[in-house]
């Protein structure tokens, strides 16, 4: 009767342990993602005037329809910062992951792993450290997709273990599209799962009827969102644009990532490495099983990872799904006496290490806001708010909502990290050529002056403005510099607070008003 209990009570244990450990990671971040503004803007004009907002108001640069991908994210983030404040944001990140982490062991359990033991524990800590590089802010409306991409990993899976009832493949992934739809466009990651199933199960011979109709019902509710059938051409358009400009979209082994993600090459490498192993074992044992579906879903997310590195978790998920049981396979094997020498002890060892981290880390300081003077320009901001200059705004495109954030009406900006929901195709090239001074770096000036400029101190341009007579350089701190027009330029300025407290305590505070 007691190890019956104890039975039931260690997945549970592990459950709290896993909850508490992402928890206590996710304390650690620095720095709150440079959209989360546009987020809580999007989620709180949708709040306070019943509908999505469909149409910029924050720039003085020409825009289009805003095809606001993520506006169900923005809803769920600024009822979640409104009502709870930073501590409601970390949270419900430690939440959304938790989740993630729960469905990739259900996963794994219907493949035959054993999942929920202290010993397991080691696995998904490789993994989640992998993982907290990628999701390295408190909250992004990305963790969404990985959520639901790895629902739908689940869903297809009970599928072919058989345990489906026999409309759940046919009903749950269109109402989950439904929802996902509306929370990021990474939706159609979930379509590519489904035909990538339906190719690997063709190829393994075995019935694919169900998996098609998944896919039909999946694209046939694409258009329930709030701008129709004209969001899907976005939605196309979104998904095949190169995004040269942006460093998030750039190939695992450019020169720039070259020597980054070490742990993830790492981690891929170590994974394959002993998967290969187990192959050849397999093959001189006669036991080997070529399933197609597995290895396609492996090799097409790690070949949109080595593409862009923003999509590494989507092949984390599939190889902590697909390799977990081959990797204690061969990792059992080469460490079985070890543990057999501290089995009564391994289980106690390894709560009691997370235990530490978990107190080290869970502490109040830890879920105030978070700012950071070096990434965000918290003093020039704030001077540009309290000398009251108005006009427009140039501020980089990644720092622009959260001027929108604090400056609005006061001040409009040239564009921000809201891309290619809002703006036209011109401008971040644009921008990227005045920032570098590469040649025609002055068609910004010429094309849309701005009347006001907050400018990093690593960029070209700032020096060169600094020698610019017709603008004068009335604000510094060691990462910024505030620039306003020669002729604009007052005799007095205030000068901006410098208690981090207080930025602390007004961080969220804004202007924007949607009554």
Known sequence: MEEKRIKKLRPIIFYIFLFLFILAFGTIAKDYDYDFWARLIAGMGFVQTGHVL????????????WFDHEWGSG???????????????????????????????????????????????????FAYIILSYILNSPIRCQIFSFLFFTAFLYLMERERKGVNKGWELIILPPLLMIIWNNLHGGCVSGIGLIVIYIIGEFLNRKPVR?????????IVVLPVNPWGFSYLEFLFKANTMQR????????????????????????????????????????????????????????????????????????????????YDDFYTVFNGITKNFFNKIAVFKDTIIYLIILF?????????????????????????????????????????????????????????????????????????????????KPGWDELLKKYPPDVMIIEKFYSIFYALVKNKDWDYVYDDNYFGVFVKHQDRKKIYKKPETNQEYYKKTLFDTKIKFF
Not at 54 to 65: A, C, E, G, N, V
Not at 96 to 108: A, C, Y
Not at 306 to 315: C, T
Not at 359 to 388: M, W
Request: glycine share 6%; aromatic share 20%; hydrophobic share 50%.
């Open 54 to 65: 469909k149409q910029d108001f924050l720039s003085y640069t020409p825009t289009h329809t």
């Open 75 to 125: 809803v769920i983030f600024y009822l979640t910062q409104h009502f709870f404040s930073a501590s409601g944001i970390l949270i419900l990140q430690a939440v959304l992951v938790f989740l993630m982490f729960f469905t990739i062991t259900k996963v794994i359990k219907l493949r035959g792993g054993k999942t929920t033991d202290a010993y397991n524990f080691l696995f998904y800590y």
């Open 210 to 218: 169900k998996y098609i109709y998944a896919l039909i019902g999946a």
């Open 244 to 323: 040269t400009d942006i460093v998030e979209w750039w190939g695992l082994f450019s020169g720039f990532f070259m020597f980054k993600y070490i742990k993830f090459k790492l981690y891929a490498l170590i994974l394959f490495s002993l998967e290969l192993g187990l192959i050849i074992k397999q093959i001189k044992d006669k036991t080997f099983n070529f399933d197609k579906t597995k290895f396609l879903v492996l090799g097409v997310t790690l070949f949109l990872a080595i593409q862009h590195v923003k999509l590494i978790p989507f092949a984390v998920i599939s190889m902590m799904c697909f390799l």
């Open 357 to 437: 981290f978990v107190v080290f880390n869970l502490k109040v300081e830890a879920f105030q806001p978070l700012i950071s003077k070096s990434r965000y320009p918290i003093f020039a901001v704030e001077f540009v708010r309290a000398n009251d200059i108005k006009g427009n705004l140039l501020i980089s495109f990644g720092l622009g909502s959260y001027a929108s954030y604090k400056l609005y009406p006061n001040n409009k900006i040239f564009m921000d990290g809201r891309y290619e929901e809002v703006y036209y195709d011109d401008l971040v090239p644009m921008m990227n050529k005045f920032y570098t001074l």
